[in-house]
């Protein structure tokens, strides 16, 4: 018998009851609970959740991997065996093993379409997580068309104009930044901030996140004045919240930086780009290290902007 579709209300509540787990679950405790035999999958799934927030993927590699191995040894619900897969998909993603992450969203995608109907809302999530990884693998073609899948879920189940598209325009925001579509990137850009800046308001994390996001967009468009006021802002609200020495503050550095060197100030981006090294080199994540260490270098292949100096010193 075909499920009942879920309302909006059922929705919400149960993503604010994951969000809930998310934040009051110790990590701390993980050491401790991985040790004990009765451990379920969800514990360790939520623990890792909590690491995954703060951006320590290689701290929830071990939880989530055990936690699917976890599943599998036990027989749980086909659910449980979808998170397990996705939450895995969505580690890897993270840590650039996008073959892995592939092969595990598939697997928890296929499970997903099995235990609920074809157009659930969280299907659409899950073509998101795989979108970001075809994108990661240069496999536009691919990325747009989860994405499109995605949308079209929504929109069977909620109005054109209802706030949780934001999210899904932010991500073909992103993946048309690297397909070098700048100007469609910017217009998604805009819908989204419209409705995020209305909903969570602009000193949310959320908010910080995609500012910045624009921010990186107008350096590529050369608009550094712009670029520069926004992507203050951001920073200012994430380290808020991270604290100043977190390396998820590190891309607004380096944005920073390729400002300061459009700038012809490079004393300036230098100390930027070393502190962001610095930081994110204590993570001990090679792939972000590697990710970093590919923007600097094309940051320091920036030639000062003429235009905008003369434009600071006038």
């Not at 969800?42 to 699917?68: D, F, H, S």
């Not at 598209?165 to 993946?175: M, N, R, S, T, W």
């Not at 502190?275 to 590919?294: F, I, N, W, Y």
Request: proline share 3%; hydrophobic share 40%.
């Amino acid at each position: 018998m075909r499920e009942m579709k879920i309302s909006k209300k059922q929705f919400i509540k149960s993503f604010f009851f994951i969000l809930i787990l998310l934040f009051f679950c110790a990590p701390a405790s993980a050491k401790s609970l991985t040790n004990k035999k009765t451990t379920s999958c969800k514990t360790l799934r939520v623990m890792a959740r909590v690491y995954m927030a703060y951006g320590e993927y290689n701290k929830a590699q071990p939880l989530v991997e055990e936690a699917l191995a976890v599943a599998q040894r036990r027989n749980v619900s086909d659910k449980e065996l979808c998170l397990c897969l996705l939450d895995l998909a969505y580690v890897y993603n993270n840590q650039d093993k996008f073959a892995e992450a592939e092969k595990m969203c598939k697997l928890g995608l296929a499970l997903q379409e099995k235990v609920y109907y074809e157009t659930h809302p969280y299907i659409a999530y899950t073509l998101r997580t795989l979108s970001s990884i075809y994108q990661g693998q240069h496999k536009y073609e691919d990325a747009h068309q989860a994405l499109d899948r995605a949308m079209s879920i929504m929109l069977e189940n909620f109005p054109a104009d209802d706030p949780i598209f934001a999210p899904l325009q932010v991500d073909f925001a992103k993946l048309l930044v690297a397909e070098g579509e700048l100007d469609q990137a910017e217009d998604y850009y805009d819908k989204a901030l419209e409705t995020i800046n209305r909903i969570y308001g602009t000193d949310h994390l959320y908010t910080a996140t995609v500012i910045g996001s624009l921010a990186e967009l107008y350096t590529l468009q050369g608009r550094y004045e712009q670029a520069e006021s926004l992507i203050n802002k951001a920073q200012s609200i994430q380290e808020r919240v991270y604290g100043p020495d977190h390396h998820l503050v590190a891309p607004a550095w380096i944005t920073k930086a390729e400002i300061y060197r459009s700038k012809g100030d490079f004393s300036q981006a230098e100390n930027l780009i070393k502190k962001a090294l610095t930081v994110v080199k204590k993570t001990g994540s090679t792939e972000e290290v590697a990710r970093l260490e590919q923007r600097i270098e094309k940051v320091r292949s920036i030639k000062p902007d003429f235009g905008l100096i003369a434009g600071l010193s006038g």
